[in-house]
Structure formats: structure tokens, C-alpha cells
Antibody, heavy 121, light 111 residues
């Protein structure tokens, strides 16, 4: 079955750059039609879509974070990395990675457990 | 791109039905049948319960149903159970560089 898990630093200082890793199993990003996205959720607030990467390395970004976010996948096809620059306390949130099949219209059918990232000096 | 509009909270008694609305524009909800609903229990990751407006993933109870009219989508939960108490989010494809937008979320309380 499909599983995903997020990893990375849980406490970062303002202005730092963070890299979060999504390690998954049960599918490969080398397979046509698959994609992995990142979604975040500040404490007590709503979900916010951040980025999406497709099997063919096509990438999509939230317009509001496009200048700060980069999504990449490794050559093995079982990890995706989200890099976010210039972190600010408002970026404190639980960051989820999720699987999708199809285009950007496709739903996220499997989610990781999430990782809480706190931005504080 | 603004978030889709959902009521902050709804409530219902066990066994009854409730409906949660999700309002957008002709560029998102009204323009495509790519509308999904997610259920999120406290401290847990979201779970997909409806996609493509009204389709249910395998294993999701048929007490959950979805529909859409114009720029507003709806999630109906029938035969409310205590375990349905959770936050619910809608999400839509968007015909712009945004690609994906979520609603503000609705907290369901089962009385």
C-alpha cells in the first residue's frame, strides 16, 4: 500500500532555509501519472497548498510562495524534497506531503502523518 | 487566489443529516468537476472522502455524499455518528497558476 512520511528539522530560526523530505513507498515517481504535493497547516488554521511535482518533473507552485519554495525529486523515484527560504514565524505549521495520480486536478488520496515545523528565534 | 468559502462550524444530532457548503467562483468550483472533500480528526492527517464532486474512494462510507450547483459544492453526511466529528475541507482545481485551492474548513460537532 502507499505510505508517505515527512522528515526534517522541527525548529528553525527566522531567515533560515529549510528542507523537508518526503519518503514514500508503494509507488514510484518514475511511473507515469503519479505526483507528490506539499500542503501545510498552521496551528488551528486551514490547509494551504504549497507545491506539486509530477512523474515527468513538471512542477507547480502556489503563487504566494513561488519565490521562496522549490520542489524536487530524487533520481531513485522514492523521495521528494521541499525547500523553503527565508523562514518566518508565520511559516510555523504542520507540513504534509501527499500522493496524487493524474494532473493538478487530481485529489490527494494518501497523506503522510505531517511534521510540525516551528520558526522561532 | 482566495480560499474557498466554508461555514466555520455546523452541528447535528446523531442519526440526522448535515450539509456543508463550499463556495467558490467560476474559475474554480463552478468551472470544473474537480472538487474534493477531506476529513481531518484532531492531530491527524486529512483523509480524502469525496473526489470529482461526488465520487467516494474505496472504503469510505456511503453516508458521505457530494454534489455541486453552480459555484457552490456541498458535502452531505447522513446518519450522523460520533466519529464524524471532525474538520472538513473542500478543495478545487483552479484555472490559473494557482492550480489547487482549499476551503477555510468547517468544524462539525455531533451533539
Amino acid at each position: 500500500q502507499i505510505t508517505l512520511k515527512e522528515s526534517g528539522p522541527t525548529l528553525v530560526k527566522p531567515t533560515q532555509t529549510i528542507s523537508l523530505i518526503c519518503t514514500f513507498s508503494g509507488f514510484s515517481l518514475k511511473t507515469e501519472g503519479r505526483s507528490v504535493g506539499w500542503i501545510r497547516q498552521p496551528p488551528g488554521k486551514a490547509l494551504e497548498w504549497l507545491a506539486l511535482i509530477f512523474w515527468d518533473d513538471d512542477k507547480r507552485y502556489s503563487p504566494s510562495l513561488r519565490s521562496r519554495v522549490t520542489i524536487t525529486k530524487d533520481t531513485s523515484g522514492d523521495q521528494v524534497v521541499l525547500t523553503m527560504t527565508n523562514m518566518d514565524p508565520v511559516d510555523t505549521a504542520t507540513y504534509y506531503c501527499a500522493h496524487s495520480r493524474g494532473g493538478t486536478y487530481a485529489p490527494f488520496d494518501f497523506w503522510g502523518q505531517g511534521i510540525l515545523v516551528t520558526v522561532s528565534s | 487566489q482566495s480560499a474557498l468559502t466554508q461555514p466555520a462550524s455546523v452541528s447535528g444530532s446523531p442519526g440526522r443529516s448535515i450539509t456543508i457548503s463550499c463556495t467558490g467562483t467560476s474559475s474554480d468550483v463552478g468551472g470544473y468537476d474537480y472538487l474534493s472533500w477531506y476529513q481531518q480528526h484532531p492531530g491527524r492527517a486529512p483523509k480524502l472522502i469525496i473526489y470529482d464532486v461526488s465520487k467516494r474512494p474505496s472504503g469510505v462510507s456511503n453516508r458521505f455524499s457530494g454534489s455541486k450547483s453552480g459555484n457552490t459544492a456541498s458535502l452531505t453526511i447522513s446518519g450522523l455518528q460520533a466519529e464524524d466529528e471532525a474538520d472538513y475541507y473542500c478543495s478545487s482545481y483552479v484555472s490559473s497558476l494557482t492550480d489547487v485551492v482549499f476551503g477555510g474548513g468547517t468544524k462539525l460537532t455531533v451533539l
